[in-house]
């Protein structure tokens, strides 16, 4: 007499599905909700926000520095491809901001390099400077 051995459903890749599926719902719900408790969307927007505000001056100096470097046309030209991307549309309106930024180029740079360092990061840093 054989031994009886019983058989068992074949582990397919379905099978496996049905049985992890349940424990993914589990754990998306638990983040949905700990996102939804901790006001996620309101801390993302907030990130965001701050990026913008430091992202736009700081392109503002990187361009007037850039124009020390490489040849105004060219720079244009550079940025006129890069805006396609950023504002599809708008070309027209951002370049025309680029140019009388760039302009205004000696003025922004005192103004943009005075802000960089009147920043209160800044001036703590300088005034906890060990003396000599």
């Known amino acids: 007499m054989k031994d009886a051995v019983p058989e068992t459903a074949p582990d397919t890749l379905g099978a496996r599905l049905l049985r992890f599926l349940p424990r993914l719902i589990a754990f998306a719900w638990r ?60 070309e027209d309106t951002l370049l025309d901001a680029v140019r009388k930024l760039l302009d205004n180029r000696e003025v922004i740079g005192w103004v943009g390099m005075g802000g960089c360092y009147s920043s209160p990061d800044w001036l703590s840093a300088c005034w906890k400077m060990p003396s000599h």
Not at 38 to 55: H, M, P, T, W
Not at 58 to 86: G, K, N, P, W
């Open 31 to 90: 983040i949905l909700g700990q996102f939804i408790a901790n006001r996620g969307v309101l801390l993302a927007g907030g990130v965001g926000y701050n990026i913008l505000l430091s992202s736009v001056p700081l392109f503002a100096v990187i361009c007037v520095l850039l124009t020390h470097l490489v040849d105004e046309s060219r720079l244009m030209s550079i940025i006129a491809i890069q805006v396609q991307h950023l504002g599809p549309g708008q």
